[in-house]
């Protein structure tokens, strides 16, 4: 597609905001931008190549886009997970820096971090539910260890896409990791799309029982008929597995 200035402003705010630096935001397609944008479609899967297409648009501005078939997307996807596909490739900084997007999780939150090292993973999933309009656990559960959703929501049999999966973190009693199922991998695991795995947003795989994993559904939005790994469409991880999500 051809690219006017005010296409690539908007590509370089949104490459800033996902964690990508793009350098100066004037607009104009320099190395560092090519560089920026080359990091981001690796990340989602894509062609590791500087070319500004429809699809790569559609991912970096917040549609949906299925990192193995970017042409369709998953039947069914509720709100948030629209949204939370949006943020893929969203970056912690290394160093002094911190990402604004992730403090800006905290103050729509409320809570007092201001900073992308504390974990952010039930930061990212509780910012993106209420995104979408939806309840989300009452604010001292929504720092950055509020990772269940124990009496909130509603509790599924299993899981579901877009359902809200947390898991306790071996070895660390109190603690544990909260992620949306994005899909199921061809190794038969969940996709999980979530906040601060690897550091990042992305999507990697998690066993469907381990972990004392638990699934739930925000509530006021229809309770999904779907239930089930066989349900799940098929997707493929932008990341390996984690041992420690933080």
């Known amino acids: 597609m051809r690219l006017t200035k005010a296409d690539v402003f908007k ?89 604004s997007t992730i403090v800006n999780f905290w103050k729509d939150l409320g809570l007092h971090f201001r900073d992308d090292e504390t974990p952010w993973c039930a930061g990212f999933l509780n910012a993106v539910v209420k995104e979408a309009g939806y309840p989300i656990p009452p604010k001292y559960r929504a720092a950055a260890l509020g990772w269940r959703w124990t009496g909130t929501g509603v509790r599924l049999k299993g899981p579901a896409l877009g359902a809200i999966m947390d898991m306790t973190r071996p070895g660390r009693p109190g603690s544990g990791h909260i992620t949306f199922v994005a899909g199921r991998t061809r190794s038969g695991k969940i996709a999980g799309l979530g906040g601060n795995q690897g550091n990042r947003v992305s999507i990697n795989p998690y066993d469907e029982h381990a972990r004392d994993a638990r699934y739930y559904w925000p509530d006021n939005y229809p309770i999904p008929d779907d239930i089930g790994m066989r349900h799940l469409p098929l997707v493929d991880s932008t990341g390996a597995a984690l041992r420690n999500e933080a």
């Not at 370089?12 to 397609?29: E, N, S, T």
């Open 11 to 99: 590509m370089q705010r949104a490459l800033l905001a996902k964690g990508f630096d793009p350098g100066p935001i004037d607009g104009v397609m320099g190395p560092l931008t090519d560089k920026a944008l080359v990091a981001f479609k690796r990340s989602i899967g894509y062609r590791a190549r500087p070319y500004y297409g429809r699809l790569t648009r559609a991912a970096l501005l917040g549609n949906v886009v299925d990192p193995v078939d970017p042409n369709k997307r998953p039947a069914g996807s509720p709100p948030w997970l629209v949204i939370a596909r949006g943020y893929l490739g969203l970056q912690e900084y290394r160093g002094r820096r911190h990402n």
